[in-house]
């Protein structure tokens, strides 16, 4: 995947990509007028935001490519802008139905919140519309470092991940999205930890479970019946 080599080359930017990518292959071989109907910041503006993230990654800039890279940057800026003001008004609506709860509900609800962020994966942070527990979880992004615990002697392995996804279940708040994490300061990455026992990392097998494993390949022989003999009766 180009996200794990570009990390700033977003799963919203690939989906847009692919998206147009697709017009515009519909619109040379089959004559559909894709564009036609699309408004020109729904393909414009994230196409030089794309276009900035990839010529970043080989060192270059916009004026690399275009001739006047000013237009380009301005539309940057709006498509950015565009996201902020689209998750502030989601935050502020998630916020006036918290505000609107009982402080009992209220009450219920951090409670569930605190169990659920403590069973569930990813980074736990405060959500930005009613100041509950909430979880931000990401892709990876870069190579598992593997370390070893020597007090312990468990086996910790560790990931730098980009955010991807927002949800806090106390007032409902959900969003995805690296640019709109960004846009209300959850799009900074994390370390992801994960901790096993040696057993459990080389996929080893205890004592127990090898006698069980003996006992269910133990060969199984029939009951001999054959009388017993003297030498004699063959004289």
Known sequence: ?????????????????????????AEL???????????????????????????????KNLSDLFSDSRI????????????AKAVAREIE????????????????????????????????VKCPACESPALVKGTG??????EIDHESGLIVQKQKML??????IACGLKIAGLSRLSACGLGDPFIDATT????????????????????LTAPEFEEDFNEQFEERDFE
């Open 1 to 25: 995947m180009l996200n794990e080599l570009v990390p700033d080359f977003t799963k919203e930017l690939a989906g847009f990509c692919n998206e147009h990518c697709g017009n515009r292959n």
């Open 72 to 83: 380009a940057e301005e539309m940057i800026s709006a498509f950015k802008d565009t996201a």
């Open 163 to 168: 955010p991807s996804a927002f949800e806090c």
């Open 141 to 146: 992004w870069g190579a598992v470092s593997t």
């Open 29 to 59: 071989h089959t004559g559909e007028e894709r564009f036609a109907g699309l408004n020109r910041s729904q393909w414009l503006h994230p196409y030089y935001a794309t276009c900035e993230v990839l010529l970043k990654s080989m060192g």
């Open 196 to 215: 096993s026992s040696a057993a459990d990392y080389f996929d080893l097998h205890t004592e127990e479970e090898l006698d069980e494993a003996r006992a």
């Open 93 to 124: 609506l998630s916020k006036k139905g918290w505000n609107d709860k009982s402080p009992e509900d209220q009450k219920q609800s951090l409670a569930r919140t605190a169990l659920w962020s403590t069973r569930q994966a990813g980074h736990r």
